[in-house]
């Protein structure tokens, strides 16, 4: 069982900069793909970004592409997402989110097993 925490949202302003993190607990963490997503009210939750288990490949959904990073930290059993210049739009529950097979990033929900608890980013205009 692997159990996400994320931190790092709240409120920014049109263009500003929030930078999420995830943790998980477990030793196995080096060995999961991992995937941040987000749900907006009213709206299904959507792809965000991807990592595969070594960093080594990334994956974002268009919206976000050349604004936000993901990335990770083995040791720390961590993974973060930078988010700059951001949009009103982009306002939504970011939600972290591990799977055990994917051999690599993947921006299938189905694909992910365990989910972190959600954290809120507003973006104010």
């Known amino acids: 069982q692997v159990q996400l925490v994320e931190s790092g949202g709240g409120l920014v302003q049109v263009g500003g900069s929030l930078r999420l993190s995830c943790v998980a607990s477990g030793r196995t963490f080096s060995t999961y793909a991992m995937g941040w997503f987000r749900q907006a009210p009213g709206k299904e939750r959507e792809f965000v970004a991807a990592i595969s288990w070594s960093g080594a490949r990334t994956y974002y959904a268009d919206s976000v592409k050349g604004r936000f990073t993901i990335s990770r930290d083995n040791a720390k059993n961590t993974v973060y997402l930078q988010m700059n210049s951001l949009k009103p739009e982009d306002t939504a529950v970011y939600y972290c989110?591990?799977?055990?097979?994917?051999?690599?990033?993947?921006?299938?929900?189905?694909?992910?097993?365990?989910w972190g608890q959600g954290t809120q980013v507003t973006v104010s205009s």
């Open positions: 989110a591990a799977s055990a097979f994917a051999t690599t990033a993947t921006r299938n929900l189905d694909d992910y097993d365990y």
